[in-house]
């Protein structure tokens, strides 16, 4: 059989066949845990104890889009849908600034009412503002253009997960106007542009195999990203994957370990699904070799409504609070959390 994780510890240039055998690893605690020890190291080596965190701010839930794992797909129409202003959005920033936060995060579904313009004034306001913090936009699939257009509005960032990297499960996923190959293309655009640049994936989403998973290492080993976020599946009562169960902590934990080796100084974040489905989730990840976390400041009386999966937490409390909590939890466990823009080291 040979000791594959051996193998990848040594070199991790691994084909699409040898990440699948590695996966069929992750429920072995052994394999798991010598992963996660050699992931551990090189995190601390590319960041020392440091966790950057971003200011996230969801600032629409109105989509254009369907895909039936999201809570606030156009299909579901008992979603209460928001939109926050410029000022909004501005106060976000400014409540996030004296927290310490030096990234933000305007995230949303695919909502056209942000025109291309209108997207552009607010990154320019903040972009004036804080001239000292990154903005991340994370709004989706656009032209070319308009990504070059908020670029050069201020913007440095942009997360678009490619959710998955097989052709078949993409269209599972999604509804037949949506395509892998728009959203790939779009993640180059990002790059070429100067972006930097996250994509990323669900874990054990509907009909998700390990020659899925191990697509998405490849793809993640070819796009170089600077960052990956990857969190569990959880269904939401109100889409056509209500019944499916959620991805699991073990699998998602072993993975952020594989990706860490696999890409040595990305920005790795745990994630708020991975702290829905266990207690302890955002802790285990930062343990597991993921080095940013993402709180929210999105403004309380619209956080309930961003409602991507059921029982989604931190949706009660405020910014402070939530920071507060999430500093306490990091430094449980032996890191810190530190009020710097957090680049990655690429
Ligand atoms: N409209 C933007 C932002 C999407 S929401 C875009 O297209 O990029 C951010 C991420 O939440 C998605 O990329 C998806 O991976 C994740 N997500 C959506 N529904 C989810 C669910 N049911 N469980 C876990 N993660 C989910």
Redesign the pocket.
């Known amino acids: 059989m040979g000791d594959i994780i051996g193998k990848y510890l040594e070199n991790p240039d691994f084909t699409k066949e040898e990440f699948a055998e590695l996966l069929g690893f992750a429920s072995d605690p052994e394999a798991a845990g010598r992963l996660r020890e050699e992931a551990v190291r090189i995190r601390k080596l590319h960041y020392g104890e440091k966790v950057y965190t971003r200011g996230l701010i969801e600032f629409t839930n109105y989509?254009r889009n369907d895909?039936y794992?999201?809570?606030i797909r156009r299909g579901n129409l008992h979603a209460r849908r928001y939109r926050l202003t410029k000022e909004e959005i501005l106060d976000c920033c400014d409540r996030g600034y004296e927290l310490g936060f030096r990234t933000f995060v305007l995230?949303?579904?695919?909502d056209r009412w942000f025109t291309d313009e209108r997207m552009a004034e607010i990154i320019r306001a903040i972009r004036s503002r804080y001239p000292d913090c990154a903005i991340t936009l994370?709004?989706?699939?656009r032209p070319y253009e308009s990504y070059r257009l908020w670029k050069e509005a201020g913007a440095d960032r942009y997360?678009?997960?490619h959710?998955t990297a097989n052709e078949a499960h993409y269209r599972k996923l999604h509804p037949s106007g949506m395509s892998l190959a728009v959203r790939k293309l779009c993640l180059y655009d990002l790059k070429l542009l100067g972006y930097q640049v996250g994509a990323?994936?669900?874990v054990g989403s509907p009909g998700q195999t390990a020659e899925c998973l191990a697509e998405d290492l490849v793809f993640l080993k070819e796009l170089q990203p600077h960052m990956v976020g990857i969190?569990?599946?959880?269904?939401?009562h109100e889409?056509v994957f209500a019944k499916e169960p959620a991805g699991s902590v073990e699998q998602t934990l072993f993975l952020l370990s594989v990706i860490r080796i696999l890409l040595p100084k990305v920005l790795l974040p745990a994630t708020t699904?991975l702290g829905t489905l266990d207690p302890r989730g955002r802790e285990k990840g930062l343990e597991a070799g993921a080095n940013v976390v993402m709180p929210n400041l999105s403004p309380v009386k619209n956080r309930k409504h961003y409602d991507?999966?059921d029982n989604k937490i931190c949706t009660g409390e405020e910014a402070a609070e939530c920071r507060g909590c999430l500093s306490r939890r990091v430094e449980s466990v032996g890191y810190y959390l530190v009020n710097e823009r957090g680049d990655a080291k690429i």
């Open positions: 989509c895909c794992y999201c809570g995230q949303g579904g695919e994370s709004v989706g699939e997360l678009l997960r959710e990323g994936f669900m969190g569990p599946f959880i269904p939401h889409t699904a991507l999966y």
